[in-house]
């Protein structure tokens, strides 16, 4: 899918008709509309997203309206139309600037209580890790300490045994 004059512009440059994407050679120049990759393009259009502006404005699925509350019982953003219906009808809402304040001040609370279990994570591991490492010491330790009491045991036994014969 390319637009009309990506499209004829790249044929312009050949003898031959050839899709830019494939190379594949097409017998003749006639083009036809993709229908609904035109429908979505104008779909997009209408979104009137605007980066420059600080910022796109998020809208309603259903309406295209602005979201401007947040429905305090489905934990989500919706419309001053969405907010009259029946759906909604029983919830609780809120401008969306003070569930902000509201959930960011729960955020904050929650990232304080992860960061301090995360410290102490950290720190018994840390500990853990010392630990492991003096048991490796000691394991060695005696080890060698085995070995030398076996050696000098089995010299003994050879020694006695040499002098029984």
Not at 11 to 27: A, D, H, T
Not at 33 to 41: D, E, F
Not at 80 to 107: G, L, S, W
Request: net charge positive; with cysteine.
């Amino acid at each position: 899918n390319f637009c009309r004059s990506c499209i004829t512009g790249c044929w312009g440059q050949g003898q031959r008709n050839l899709c830019p994407e494939c190379r594949q050679e097409f017998p003749d120049r006639k083009l036809t509309v993709n229908r609904n990759l035109a429908s979505l393009a104008e779909k997009a259009r209408k979104l009137n997203l605007n980066p420059g502006e600080g910022g796109s404005k998020l809208h309603c699925e259903e309406h295209q309206e602005e979201l401007k509350l947040f429905c305090e019982t489905d934990k989500k953003l919706i419309c001053y139309i969405c907010r009259d219906a029946r759906k909604h009808k029983t919830h609780n809402f809120m401008p969306i600037k003070e569930a902000v304040e509201i959930y960011k001040d729960q955020v904050k609370s929650a990232l304080e209580s992860l960061s301090e279990k995360k410290s102490m994570f950290l720190e018994t591991e840390l500990k853990q890790i010392r630990k492991i490492s003096e048991l490796k010491e000691q394991s060695s330790s005696l080890h060698t300490h085995i070995t030398s009491e076996f050696n000098k045991m089995h010299q003994i036994l050879s020694e006695k045994e040499q002098r029984l014969l």
